[in-house]
């Protein structure tokens, strides 16, 4: 019942930054945790970050200090903010809601390149 509506998809340069948007349905603070996922031509999915209910963040190593994920509960709407960008980067990213009961619901899917 839960839609994710994901928005921010682009080509961008290695070095350079983009922001993925995730619009819920759903309150994002009834969720257990909301994070993004990405998965790489040949790779298997990965977490890339995740936020807990109580705000606690969690990032794969790969990312950590260049990427950011942070949350605007007025708006229903996390936030993937990727800067310093590097071709390993090159994924499609998916939004997620996990709930309390351990339920995923999955955004459409954003394509984001990284050129270099």
């Known amino acids: 019942q839960v839609e994710l509506v994901e928005s921010g998809e682009g080509l961008v340069q290695a070095g350079g930054s983009l922001r993925l948007s995730c619009v819920s349905s759903?309150?994002?603070?009834?969720?257990?945790?909301m994070g993004w996922y990405r998965q790489a031509p040949g790779k298997q999915r990965e977490l890339v970050a995740r936020?807990?209910?109580?705000?606690?963040?969690d990032y794969v190593d790969s990312v950590k200090g260049r990427f950011t994920i942070s949350r605007d509960s007025a708006k229903n709407t996390v936030y993937l903010q990727m800067n310093s960008l590097k071709s390993e980067d090159t994924a499609v990213y998916y939004c997620?809601?996990?709930?309390?009961?351990?339920?995923?619901?999955w955004g459409q899917g954003t394509q984001v390149t990284v050129s270099s």
């Open positions: 997620n809601r996990r709930s309390l009961g351990g339920h995923d619901n």
């Open positions: 759903g309150s994002i603070f009834s969720a257990n945790f």
């Open positions: 936020i807990s209910r109580g705000g606690i963040t």
